[in-house]
Nanobody, 125 residues
Framework: QVQLVESGGGLVQAGGSLRLSCAASGRTFSAYAVGWFRQAPGKEREFVASINWNGDSTYYSDSAKGRFTISRDNAKNTVSLQMNTLKPEDTAVYYC??????????????????WGQGTQVTVSS
């Protein structure tokens, strides 16, 4: 089992950057694929990015591709999401999620077994 805690959200102007972190508990964190999702007010939760167990395979939504980078440090039990060139439409609560799998490419909410509480990202125009 793994517990996830997100941090790093905040208020940023359009064009700015934020780095989100997902800290995980548990000694077997490297056995988990991790994904980032987001949910804007009044909208469904959507996939943003995912990473496999050792970080050598990543997958992005079209909206994240080229602007966001997901990475992980298994020694520190953390997964990060570097977000650049932020847009007002990136405003949402961002969640990290984990699945006991060595693969990346998991894009559906139902693919993940463990979720954090979320961190708010607000991008002003």
């Amino acid at each position: 089992q793994v517990q996830l805690v997100e941090s790093g959200g905040g208020l940023v102007q359009a064009g700015g950057s934020l780095r989100l972190s997902c800290a995980a508990s548990g000694r077997t964190f490297s056995a988990y694929a991790v994904g980032w999702f987001r949910q804007a007010p009044g909208k469904e939760r959507e996939f943003v990015a995912s990473i496999n167990w050792n970080g050598d395979s990543t997958y992005y939504s079209d909206s994240a591709k080229g602007r966001f980078t997901i990475s992980r440090d298994n020694a520190k039990n953390t997964v990060s999401l570097q977000m650049n060139t932020l847009k007002p439409e990136d405003t949402a609560v961002y969640y990290c999620a984990a699945r006991l799998s060595r693969n990346s490419g998991w894009v559906n909410i139902k693919d993940y077994d463990y979720w954090g509480q979320g961190t708010q990202v607000t991008v002003s125009s």
